[in-house]
């Protein structure tokens, strides 16, 4: 049995990929049914009798003799209702029974992917505070302008495709068709996606046993997901409304695909959503998550997220034809690239990348390839530093207590059990998925128009290219007169540059845990003809340790001038020296700063990133750009 899996396996390997798209689907067209180069692989080496999650693509919506049919060669099967996919526990040796089925396309194994969260004479430019009393992350985006047209979000739900969301949260609250209720209402659904392979059946599962629906807190370890959802439409309830979400009246359906995401559970969640579309008005679908393999480099694995026709793509496609939008965190592995997430590259999705107080990209934000728009990020939002609604229950105390070091300092103690601070593109994700919520509240767009409105009304971002930052930084108040059909004006980051500029930002950050909260990022605009820059981080308790402080700086065209070795093994390493309270560092050669300037650029944004091992602690850094003296 082994030997003529195995057979089966290779010679589908061979057979042509060739990839001809309709416009109506996109089935990539081959001779026969295609199998994931990972089940073949494994098939090569596993019993015939040992069990394989996979999921079956089928060239249309299973019907139920489709499903009896696969629940044969199945320890347990899930057909799917709106998409053309049963999700089946196999084995290896019935793999070639499951490819031999009329109307299968391909099958493909059930993997893992990951979440992305991870904050003349001298001029003074200021950024931060301690504590945050302020969301920065919607003003500097206009979003308070929107709310004062009278367009917070009304009439949209959002998805939220996650770890699942405490909806118990003061900010968040929950009504369901039973009548459970708990004010203020945001979270019209919340339902936990159960793990099919735990289940055993002689039958096709139907809905009823993939779906627990109706639940107060489906974000049961993690926190993720609910910090997501309170960055969309947070009522900010629980901080006297200082920490709203962008659009803090439009509607959430929590779906709770669990801290290990196999793929399993994205495509129940999006079979979920399609068939409650018109049930529960979702017109936004935020997926703060995705792989980190690279579709551009082919020597990895072409199919986790590349090939068109796996179930990820199919899914997403299936809901933006649906008339659904569907944005997707750009990734967290900057400043290299191309480092973009695979399933933020199709043209259908929005790519969301992760920006800075200062209107800068943060560092970590997944780059695409240049000269390829196919493959870039295409707006950003803010995505660190930024503060939003955490779980609630004891089930994600292990979570909160790795981020409560940082939370001390940044948010103020009666608020402090309902906030987290939260960083990564997992943020600006849903940050984009709130601006898109009240652009649909002002005007009903087609995912394409909405998706073309957000990237033609951005600011510009001085000195990137478009494979770094896409457009440009999301403006929602251009979104929104853009879509009325209304004129608008993109602004840009305009400085005197003579003398010194000076560059203030203030964050309390650190701890003995590195999670995606526990540095400082910040951007600075550097203009022809500046002399030197300097970069200077204080704080007020001596340091115990040398390596507890660390500073990287990378200059416009993500050249590392300083990052230990991360990303170029011959940059500087600045740490911070045993029983200091400061440290900095100087670029003074005028030659090197003008020669790091993007080409056809006469400016550019320098990104500097402070890092604290140790404990938290408040911290300004200054940077100084002098100019000659006019």
């Given at each position: 049995?082994?030997?003529?899996?195995?057979?089966?396996?290779?010679?589908?390997?061979l057979?042509?990929?060739?990839?001809?798209?309709s416009?109506?689907?996109?089935?990539?067209?081959?001779?026969?049914?295609?199998?994931?180069?990972?089940?073949?692989k494994?098939?090569?080496?596993?019993?015939?009798?040992?069990?394989?999650?996979?999921?079956?693509?089928?060239?249309?919506?299973?019907t139920?003799?489709?499903?009896?049919?696969?629940q044969?060669?199945?320890?347990?099967?899930?057909?799917?209702?709106?998409?053309?996919?049963?999700?089946?526990?196999?084995?290896?040796?019935?793999?070639?029974?499951?490819?031999?089925?009329?109307?299968?396309?391909?099958?493909?194994?059930?993997?893992?992917?990951a979440?992305?969260?991870?904050?003349g004479?001298?001029?003074?430019h200021?950024?931060?505070?301690?504590?945050?009393?302020?969301?920065?992350?919607?003003?500097?985006?206009?979003?308070?302008?929107?709310?004062?047209?009278?367009?917070?979000?009304q009439?949209?739900?959002?998805?939220?495709?996650?770890?699942?969301?405490?909806?118990?949260?003061p900010?968040?609250?929950?009504?369901?068709?039973?009548?459970?209720?708990?004010?203020?209402?945001?979270?019209?659904?919340?339902?936990?996606?159960?793990?099919?392979?735990?289940?055993?059946?002689?039958?096709?599962?139907?809905?009823?046993?993939?779906?627990?629906?109706?639940?107060?807190?489906?974000?049961?370890?993690?926190?993720?997901?609910?910090?997501?959802?309170?960055?969309?439409?947070?009522?900010?309830?629980?901080?006297?409304?200082?920490?709203?979400?962008?659009?803090?009246?439009?509607?959430?359906?929590?779906?709770?695909?669990g801290?290990?995401?196999?793929?399993?559970?994205?495509?129940?969640?999006?079979?979920?959503?399609?068939?409650?579309?018109q049930?529960?008005?979702?017109?936004?679908?935020?997926?703060?998550?995705?792989?980190?393999?690279?579709?551009s480099?082919?020597?990895?694995?072409?199919?986790?997220?590349?090939?068109?026709?796996?179930?990820i793509?199919?899914?997403?496609?299936?809901?933006?034809?649906?008339?659904?939008?569907?944005?997707?965190?750009?990734?967290?592995?900057?400043?290299?690239?191309?480092?973009?997430?695979?399933?933020a590259?199709?043209?259908?999705?929005?790519?969301?990348g992760?920006?800075?107080?200062?209107?800068?990209?943060?560092?970590?934000?997944?780059?695409?390839?240049?000269?390829?728009l196919?493959?870039?990020?295409?707006?950003?939002?803010?995505?660190i530093?930024?503060?939003?609604?955490?779980?609630?229950?004891?089930?994600?105390?292990?979570?909160?207590?790795?981020?409560?070091?940082?939370?001390?300092?940044?948010?103020?103690?009666?608020?402090?059990?309902?906030?987290?601070?939260?960083?990564?593109?997992?943020a600006?994700?849903?940050?984009?998925s709130?601006?898109?919520?009240?652009?649909?509240?002002?005007?009903?767009?087609?995912?394409?128009?909405?998706?073309?409105?957000?990237?033609?009304?951005?600011?510009?971002?001085?000195?990137?290219?478009?494979?770094?930052?896409?457009?440009?930084y999301?403006?929602?108040?251009?979104a929104?007169?853009?879509?009325?059909?209304?004129?608008?004006?993109?602004?840009?980051?305009?400085?005197?540059?003579?003398?010194?500029?000076?560059?203030?930002?203030?964050?309390?950050?650190?701890?003995?845990?590195?999670?995606?909260?526990?540095?400082?990022?910040?951007?600075?605009?550097?203009?022809?003809?500046?002399?030197?820059?300097?970069?200077?981080?204080?704080?007020?308790?001596?340091?115990?340790?040398?390596?507890?402080?660390?500073?990287?700086?990378y200059?416009?065209?993500?050249?590392?001038?300083?990052?230990?070795?991360?990303?170029?093994s011959?940059?500087?390493?600045?740490?911070?020296?045993?029983?200091?309270?400061?440290?900095?560092?100087?670029?003074?050669?005028?030659?090197?700063?003008?020669?790091?300037?993007?080409?056809?650029?006469?400016?550019?944004?320098?990104?500097?990133?402070?890092?604290?091992?140790?404990?938290?602690?408040?911290?300004?850094?200054?940077?100084?750009?002098?100019?000659?003296?006019?």
């Open positions: 049995m082994m030997k003529r899996t195995i057979t089966i396996a290779t010679a589908l390997l057979l042509s990929l060739a990839m001809t798209l416009p109506y689907s996109i089935h990539p067209a081959r001779a026969s049914a295609y199998l994931d180069p990972v089940l073949a494994l098939s090569a080496t596993s019993p015939a009798t040992s069990t394989v999650e996979v999921i079956v693509v089928l060239d249309h919506i299973p139920t003799n489709d499903a009896l049919a696969i044969q060669y199945s320890v347990v099967s899930a057909p799917m209702t709106e998409l053309p996919m049963i999700l089946s526990v196999t084995t290896f040796g019935n793999l070639g029974s499951v490819l031999a089925y009329s109307g299968v396309v391909s099958v493909w194994a059930n993997r893992q992917e979440y992305f969260a991870s904050s004479g001298t001029t003074t200021a950024y931060g505070e301690i504590p945050v009393q302020h969301s920065w992350w919607n003003d500097i985006m206009h979003v308070p302008d929107v709310w004062s047209l009278g367009y917070q979000g009439g949209v739900t959002v998805a939220v495709v996650d770890t699942g969301v405490d909806a118990t949260n900010s968040l609250g929950y009504s369901f068709p039973v009548g459970i209720s708990q004010a203020p209402y945001r979270v019209v659904q919340n339902v936990k996606v159960l793990t099919i392979g735990e289940i055993v059946s002689n039958q096709p599962l139907g809905p009823d046993k993939i779906y627990v629906e109706n639940q107060p807190n489906t974000d049961t370890t993690g926190g993720h997901g609910t910090s997501v959802s309170g960055l969309i439409a947070g009522t900010g309830d629980a901080s006297n409304g200082i920490y709203k979400g962008a659009a803090p009246q439009a509607n959430i359906v929590g779906l709770g695909a801290d290990t995401l196999f793929i399993f559970h994205i495509v129940a969640s999006y079979d979920y959503i399609l068939s409650h579309q049930q529960y008005h979702i017109k936004v679908i935020n997926n703060s998550w995705g792989s980190d393999y690279n579709c480099d082919l020597t990895g694995n072409p199919t986790n997220g590349c090939d068109p026709g796996t179930p793509q199919l899914a997403t496609k299936a809901a933006h034809d649906a008339g659904i939008a569907v944005f997707f965190a750009a990734g967290n592995d900057g400043p290299e690239h191309p480092t973009i997430n695979p399933f590259e199709p043209d259908w999705v929005v790519a969301v992760a920006g800075t107080q200062s209107k800068g990209l943060t560092e970590f934000s997944s780059r695409g390839v240049p000269n390829d196919s493959k870039q990020p295409d707006i950003v939002t803010p995505g530093n930024v503060i939003s609604t955490k779980c609630t229950k004891l089930s994600c105390a292990t979570d909160n207590t790795l981020l409560a070091t940082t939370d001390l300092g940044n948010i103020p103690i009666a608020y402090q059990p309902y906030y987290t601070t939260f960083a990564g593109t997992s600006a994700s849903p940050m984009a709130g601006v898109a919520a009240l652009v649909l509240s002002a005007k009903n767009l087609s995912p394409d128009q909405l998706k073309a409105t957000l990237m033609k009304s951005t600011d510009p971002m001085l000195g990137y290219l478009s494979y770094q930052a896409g457009t440009g999301a403006n929602t108040l251009n929104v007169k853009s879509a009325l059909g209304q004129r608008f004006t993109r602004t840009s980051i305009t400085t005197q540059n003579t003398g010194t500029e000076r560059y203030t930002y203030t964050q309390y950050f650190g701890g003995s845990f590195v999670v995606t909260a526990a540095w400082m990022s910040a951007s600075v605009p550097v203009f022809k003809g500046a002399r030197s820059i300097t970069f200077t981080a204080t704080w007020p308790t001596p340091t115990t340790n040398v390596l507890q402080w660390e500073m990287n700086i200059a416009a065209n993500d050249y590392a001038v300083s990052d230990c070795g991360r990303t170029r011959d940059s500087d390493c600045i740490f911070g020296r045993t029983g200091a309270t400061s440290m900095s560092y100087s670029v003074t050669d005028s030659t090197f700063i003008a020669s790091l300037n993007n080409p056809g650029f006469t400016a550019g944004t320098w990104d500097v990133r402070v890092f604290n091992f140790d404990l938290g602690s408040p911290v300004t850094l200054t940077v100084d750009v002098n100019y000659a003296k006019t």
